[in-house]
């Protein structure tokens, strides 16, 4: 297994749906669906990360609340631990840096969507919920 990355992810949900992002072509996992977030930085903890990362992916702020999952999954660049949490965006607008599109997507349309592979077991659980 190569070094583990610790990395979070932003859950955003409203009207029975939930906030889908599309990595930009030029990025790793380009094409593939996501939950917004990033790496964590020595000394930092995931929500901090978190709240970190979505202001600079998505131009917003946003409250870090409950955990939803940790996943590890071993991709040929890195094995990628993934953390995700619901969050609620407090302030602005989602604005693209990272990702070409976004869509607010409902649980049938979640489905649909090919999501990066760490991903996956987090879309289940929310889906489920939606």
């Not at 990033?38 to 929500?47: A, Q």
């Not at 131009?59 to 993934?82: D, N, P, Q, R």
């Amino acid at each position: 297994m190569s070094n583990i990355i610790r990395v979070v992810a932003a859950v955003f949900c409203r009207d029975n749906k939930v906030l889908a992002c599309r990595k930009a072509p030029g990025t790793s996992l380009a094409g593939y669906w996501e939950f917004p977030g990033g790496k964590i930085e020595s000394g930092e903890t995931p929500e901090q990360a978190l709240a970190r990362e979505i202001t600079e992916e998505l131009s917003i702020t946003a409250h870090v609340g409950k955990k939803i999952t940790t996943t590890t999954y071993e991709y040929s660049f890195a094995t990628i631990e993934l953390t995700t949490y619901y969050c609620d965006i407090t302030q602005g607008s989602p604005q693209l840096s990272d990702h070409d599109e976004t869509r607010w997507v409902t649980a049938d349309q979640a489905r649909e969507l090919m999501w990066a592979p760490a991903d996956i077991p987090a879309v289940e659980l929310v889906v489920q919920s939606l």
